[in-house]
């Protein structure tokens, strides 16, 4: 059995190449430094998420279920500035990371389709979620 630490660094040393390739990305869409930095922030703490417990997911392995779970309920329960604005700041990022991701063609367009209309479809869950937070 491969051991668990040993697989998160795999996944983390795979996630990365990628990670700086999103940065480059957003760097030439023409948003500001700041912007690029709070995406990548974003992301880089979702893709912790995939590996925080098993099954151990890469980056570009990530589809609407794991964004939802994110949202709806690791991010609220797990982040102490979970927020309606770092929700929102959440829902952009993976906008752009599953808009990057199809872009080079590390996922198909039914994946980004779907992340896309889980972010419409339950944005107000992903509010209500972090609603709690907001009142202290």
């Not at 957003?26 to 992301?43: A, D, R, S």
């Not at 927020?83 to 872009?103: A, C, D, P, V, W």
Request: hydrophobic share 35%.
């Amino acid at each position: 059995m491969i051991d668990y630490d040993q697989e998160v660094d795999k996944i983390r040393a795979y996630n990365q190449p990628i990670l700086d390739e999103f940065q480059s990305w957003l760097q030439n869409t023409g948003v500001t430094p700041k912007t690029v930095k709070n995406h990548i922030e974003n992301i880089k703490f979702f893709a912790e998420y995939l590996v925080y417990d098993e099954p151990l997911c890469k980056v570009d392995e990530a589809d609407a279920g794991d964004v939802y779970s994110f949202l709806a309920d690791w991010f609220p329960h797990k982040a102490m500035w979970a927020s309606e604005s770092s929700t929102k700041s959440y829902m952009g990022s993976f906008r752009k990371f599953f808009k990057f991701l199809r872009e080079s063609s590390r996922v198909d367009d039914d994946t980004k389709i779907e992340v896309r209309d889980t972010l419409k479809e339950y944005k107000d869950e992903f509010l209500d979620a972090v609603a709690f937070n907001d009142d202290y």
